[in-house]
């Protein structure tokens, strides 16, 4: 089963910690009540104040992130400041109360036909992989922008690391560590930004190599109300909040660059 | 809190904005608790059209300054779909449902309106009128003779209540909530979103897929109440008034302006029991509110 029930009411857990993990912001907060996630679930996040009020009067919604870890009663993710809803989660306190709500969507399935798991992350996008190295161990090739990003990678074992500046690991892309490893008897899965996913979703395709991707996109919701993150597959568009985030590579037409 | 809304009793005053709350895809993320705890009094679905819609291309959202900027394009499996696999699941809902339809002559909306009200399930209907006749080339919901026609010639087919769901981006609202009481239509709701745009903060492209979008959330709520007060000054019908809403001080003052029955929308989105939520602290306001009048 890739998905654990969400219970209907958002709680109330609080912040215990944020610190830094290379150039990423870790969070750890408490989740009272919350029941255990599947990996490549999310959790739709909201700081319980001043969420609003910002640069151009925002965050308004809650933000969608993949849980890093999860042990009874406590919720960890990784972050990076790329607007205003990351960056009031990124300058959390201890102690302040934060809004969960989750855990939301459907996660990975093991391996068909006794494949190897491969697991290929980029950037941010590592995050759901590591609950799932750990129920499903395999080895991580993993790309980041430069060795302070790169850091993150040491949260993972069996690592295989290259970054884009070559100041860390192999110079140049996951997608070229990917090529070197991909064979018949493997089963992909992804997380990262959406060139990389388009890049694994194709050379999968072209090999006919089963892949996983966990997606990202833009959501107001989480469940299904908004209809707003929405991805081409060739039975038209789903909605990446219920029907993935893990989508089948084989299954989707193309991922969005958005 | 019990009200009554035009023949559709309900357990009270909070029901949902069509295409802000999907009960199926919420029964997938929470399971039957959303049965068993249903936030709304009733349930207003998403805009049923006559064919399948995919809807716009993404993106689809944008997170504007205190609101959303949505153009979704109304995805729905189209009326043979939504009769034959939605309508089942839904009549499981322990609340009233009301269908929203549209459609782009008025024959398409008889249609709708003939198939969806002879459905026991059924308890009401909501016109969706915001979009364009194509006969006419008029939106169907900022004419008051385009509302009137579209009204006088769906009435007939049922004798559910029929609500009008009204745009805000007319010139006068309340002339068309008069045209749709004319013509008899049982309630009017209002606002539906407000025209809206957004650029790609790097490119200067529009962001979203369809160009524009409609504006909600509490952007909106300052205009809603306007538009709700001068609606409810010109209908005696009842008015569900919407936009913006996220506590119970905003539900209770669009019923303060004239409304009978609010409508949470957006803020469901952040809270998928806000319904429940805003209910319950409307309760307790209006409570206090007849002790210290002494009642």
Redesign the interface.
């Given at each position: 089963m890739n998905r654990t029930?969400?219970?209907?009411?958002?709680r109330l857990g609080q912040v215990e910690a944020v610190d830094a993990v290379g150039a990423y912001r870790r969070l750890r907060c408490t989740d009272p009540g919350g029941p255990a996630p599947r990996p490549g679930q999310f959790y739709m996040l909201?700081m319980a104040e001043r969420w609003?009020g910002g640069e151009?009067?925002?965050?308004?919604?809650?933000r969608a992130f993949s849980y890093l870890r999860w042990d009874a009663g406590r919720l960890e993710f990784l972050l990076e400041d790329v607007g205003p809803g990351t960056r009031r989660l990124a300058e959390a306190r201890p102690g302040e109360e934060i809004?969960l709500?989750g855990p939301?969507?459907a996660g990975f399935t093991a391996p068909r036909d006794g494949r190897a798991p491969l697991l290929v992350g980029g950037g941010i996008g590592i995050v759901p992989l590591l609950p799932l190295q750990s129920e499903i161990p395999g080895p991580a090739l993993l790309g980041f922008r430069d060795a302070a990003h790169a850091t993150a990678g040491a949260l993972m074992e069996d690592v295989e690391l290259c970054t884009d500046d070559g100041s860390a690991g192999h110079h140049g892309l996951v997608t070229e560590l990917l090529g070197a490893r991909l064979d018949g008897h493997v089963e992909i899965y992804a997380c990262g930004p959406p060139a990389m996913l388009e890049a694994v979703r194709l050379m999968t395709g072209e090999r006919g190599v089963p892949a996983q991707l966990a997606l990202e996109?833009?959501?107001?919701?989480?469940?299904?109300?908004?209809?707003?993150?929405?991805?081409p597959t060739a039975d038209?568009?789903v909605?990446v909040?219920?029907d993935g985030p893990v989508l089948e590579a084989a299954r989707l037409e193309a991922v969005?660059a958005? | 809190m019990r009200t009554d809304l035009c023949g559709i009793e309900l357990e009270h005053p909070v029901i949902n904005a069509s295409?802000?709350?999907?009960a199926?895809?919420?029964i997938?993320?929470?399971?039957d608790?959303?049965l068993e705890?249903f936030p709304f009094s009733a349930f207003v679905s998403?805009t049923i059209t006559l064919a399948p819609r995919?809807?716009n291309p993404?993106?689809?959202?944008w997170?504007?300054?205190?609101?959303?900027i949505?153009s979704?394009g109304l995805?729905n499996k189209g009326l043979d779909g939504y009769l034959e696999h939605d309508l089942p699941v839904l009549a499981r809902l322990p609340v009233p449902l009301v269908v929203n339809v549209m459609g782009f002559t008025r024959e398409e909306v008889a249609t709708l309106v003939a198939a969806v009200a002879e459905r026991d399930e059924v308890a009401g209907l909501e016109l969706n009128v915001s979009c364009p006749n194509v006969e006419s080339g008029l939106i169907m919901g900022a004419d008051p003779r385009e509302t009137a026609a579209l009204v006088e010639r769906v009435r007939p087919l049922t004798a559910k209540p029929l609500i009008v769901k009204l745009t805000p981006n007319a010139t006068d609202p309340a002339a068309v909530a008069e045209a749709a009481e004319g013509a008899g239509a049982d309630a009017v709701s209002l606002v539906n979103t407000l025209r809206g745009m957004a650029h790609h903060p790097r490119t200067g492209e529009p962001w979203l897929g369809a160009g524009t979008g409609g504006v909600s959330?509490?952007a909106v709520r300052a205009i809603a109440l306007a538009q709700v007060a001068q609606v409810a000054e010109r209908v005696t019908i009842p008015v569900v008034g919407m936009g913006g809403v996220e506590t119970g001080a905003h539900a209770a003052a669009l019923l303060r302006a004239g409304a009978a029955v609010v409508a949470v929308g957006?803020e469901?989105?952040?809270?998928?029991?806000a319904g429940a939520r805003v209910a319950a602290e409307l309760d307790e306001l209006l409570r206090k509110e007849r002790v210290s009048a002494g009642a």
């Open positions: 029930l969400a219970p209907f009411d958002r909201a609003g151009d009067e925002r965050p308004y919604l809650p809004w709500l939301l969507g996109s833009g959501m107001a919701c989480g469940f299904g109300a908004c209809f707003g993150c929405v991805v038209g568009y909605r909040c219920v969005p958005h | 295409g802000t709350f999907d199926i895809a919420a997938r993320a929470f399971g608790e959303v705890r998403k995919q809807g993404p993106p689809r959202l997170e504007a300054a205190a609101g959303l949505n979704i995805p959330g509490p957006t469901s989105f952040r809270d998928p029991r």
